[in-house]
């Protein structure tokens, strides 16, 4: 698909500057080619974007909560070592009090059943957290020092201390510091074990939250980026399109990517709202021209008179005096008939062509001879305004690709504006000669005029507007000439001064193809 679209731009680009017929076609592509696309909307990455943050966020909420839970219960073991090696180990001192002083033996047994207390009361928390295995060793061990204690306080309470009881608390004695020992360094191994534990768990929990956020930070910078990059440069591009309408380029906008989004329906609406501006603004355009026709008319009907007034009295003549001719005087009769005819013939015919209605069409044009048929259709208009002009063209110009039809109409508004601005007897200049920019040619209108006032000159291409009186304008010349000047890829631009006269100059550019004029002005979309 991407490699098809450039084509397709060639083609709506190529077909745009030919007739109306393909400037529809040219939209029907655009169209099809614009909804041929997969959709991917801005709205679901939106929606897809904060889904994902919202998982993210989520997963680490999850793995925070499972590593507070993690440090929680390993507190809640660290408390319960802690209160069990103070209890063992109080028992420890007790139990060393009674073979060195034979007391506190009864001291050492009550810590010892606090510290099994402990154990039977958080048997299922610890059983958990040390597995079977270790809780049923340290419970055997447990119990071996239990009976160890309590063996001893039975031989205690003898009232007559036999032989063996001296052995028996020797061998006693052994074992309770065996195993004493044995419990005691168990329960500080696995206190020790569970601080370095829980610190692992503590930095593990700082640094879910250091790389999550981290991570957080980067897609959502990521999904803004390519959100942005999708708007924005759209947007942009958009701006383009409008300051091409707005210089009369109606040029479909053509899909540039792969995937279609809102923008796209944007564009569909953008590309309807083109072929409904260029619909009325032939429209426009063809009234425009049909109040010239009739402005024309009158200078027509002037003009017809003098060949028409020739044919009659030639034809009575030749009727009068048809038997007294000789035949070269007949022939030569007829012949003024003849010649009269085609002159009437040829005056109707320029105004026709003119008023005849038909679809752009560019092809080279030599700018000279079409300046100089529009000013020979005027020509009836200067002779009853009784003004003389002045058409002067620099020799071996190149041509321009353009609209016959539609510069001529630009050119003989513009010189019959220069016929309304004139005084009786005065002089219009028409100028054609190579622009100040290069690759362009100028072609200036100068009439001697009132001028136009300053505070209006901003104003007189606005649609609409106009400086004449009640129905004798419509205001719609200049706008149209400027927007069939900007389609052709150049400019009308105008300097006055009240009192001196007014130049219209119109700069048209030097091109070989057609598409050339496209290239210099627009951007592809």
Same mark, same amino acid.
């Given at each position: 698909?991407?490699?098809e679209?450039?084509r ?29 696309? #997969?959709?991917?909307s ?14 993210? $966020?989520?997963?680490? !909420? ?16 660290? =408390? ?10 109080? /028992?420890?001192?007790?139990e060393?009090?009674y ?25 299922? +928390?610890?059983? #958990? ?11 055997? =061990? ?14 205690? #309470? ?24 044995? %419990?005691l360094?168990? /329960? ?12 692992? *768990? ?18 959502? !910078? ?5 959100l942005? $990059? ?27 990517? #792969? ?63 048809? &038997? ?7 022939? +030569? ?9 085609e ?7 320029? %105004?026709?062509?003119?008023?005849r209605?038909?679809? $752009? ?6 700018? /000279? ?6 000013? &020979? %259709? ?20 190149p041509?321009?690709?353009? =609209? ?31 622009? =100040? ?13 009132t ?15 106009? *400086? ?9 010349g200049? $706008? ?5 000047? /900007? ?17 219209? *100059? ?12 496209? &290239? +210099? ?5």
């Amino acid at each position: 698909m991407a490699n098809e679209i450039p084509r397709s731009g060639e083609h709506l680009e190529k077909a745009a500057t030919e007739g109306p017929y393909e400037r529809m076609r040219a939209a029907e592509a655009a169209r099809q080619a614009l909804l041929s696309r #997969r959709r991917l909307s801005l709205r679901f990455q939106i929606y897809l974007g904060f889904f994902l943050v919202f998982l993210f $966020s989520v997963g680490i !909420a999850t793995a925070l909560a499972l590593s507070i839970v993690t440090m929680e219960d390993k507190l809640k073991f660290l =408390d319960i070592a802690n209160e069990y090696v103070a209890e063992i180990q109080q /028992a420890r001192r007790f139990e060393k009090n009674y073979f060195l002083y034979g007391t506190n033996l009864s001291d050492a047994l009550e810590n010892f059943y606090k510290a099994k207390g402990i154990l039977d009361h958080n048997e299922e +928390e610890l059983s #958990r957290i040390l597995g079977k295995t270790n809780l049923n060793i340290l419970q055997k =061990d447990m119990a071996r020092y239990e009976g160890l204690l309590e063996h001893l306080t039975d031989l205690e #309470r003898g009232e007559k201390e036999s032989p063996g009881d001296a052995a028996k608390k020797r061998e006693i004695e052994v074992d309770l510091r065996k195993y004493g020992q044995e %419990l005691l360094v168990f /329960a500080q191994d696995l206190v020790k074990k569970e601080k370095i534990s829980l610190s692992e *768990t503590i930095l593990m929990s700082r640094n879910i939250h250091i790389y999550s956020m981290a991570l957080l930070v980067v897609f959502v !910078a990521s999904n803004s980026y390519l959100l942005r $990059s999708r708007i924005l440069k759209t947007i942009n591009r958009f701006t383009v399109y409008a300051q091409r309408i707005a210089s009369g380029d109606f040029t479909p906008i053509i899909p540039m990517r #792969r995937f279609g989004d809102e923008f796209t329906d944007l564009a569909l609406a953008i590309n309807q709202m083109i072929v409904e501006l260029e619909r009325r603004e032939a429209v426009l355009i063809q009234s425009h021209k049909m109040r010239a026709v009739g402005t024309l008319t009158a200078g027509v009907a002037h003009e017809l008179n003098n060949p028409l007034n020739n044919i009659s009295l030639s034809a009575h003549m030749l009727l009068e005096d048809y &038997s007294s001719l000789s035949n070269e005087e007949r022939k +030569e009769m007829v012949l003024d008939v003849v010649n009269e005819a085609e002159r009437s013939k040829r005056i109707i015919s320029n %105004l026709l062509d003119f008023a005849r209605e038909s679809g $752009s069409q560019l092809e080279p044009l030599d700018l /000279a001879k079409l300046l100089r048929d529009t000013i &020979s %259709l005027a020509g009836n208009q200067i002779k009853l305004a009784g003004i003389k002009i002045e058409f002067h063209a620099t020799d071996n110009l190149p041509r321009v690709h353009g =609209d016959d039809q539609q510069l001529r109409q630009v050119f003989l508004n513009l010189l019959l504006n220069a016929i309304d601005a004139s005084e009786k007897g005065g002089k219009i200049q028409v100028l054609l000669l190579p622009a =100040d920019e290069p690759q362009y040619i100028a072609v200036k209108v100068i009439d001697f005029g009132t001028g136009i006032p300053e505070h209006i000159l901003g104003s007189i291409f606005d649609p609409f507007f106009t *400086t004449k009186g009640k129905g004798k304008g419509t205001g719609l010349g200049l $706008s149209m000439s400027q927007g069939i000047v /900007a389609k052709h890829g150049g400019q009308i631009r105008v300097s006055s001064r009240k009192g001196e006269g007014s130049t219209f *100059t119109v700069t048209l550019p030097v091109t070989t193809i057609p598409s050339d004029i496209r &290239s +210099e002005r627009i951007q592809s979309p």
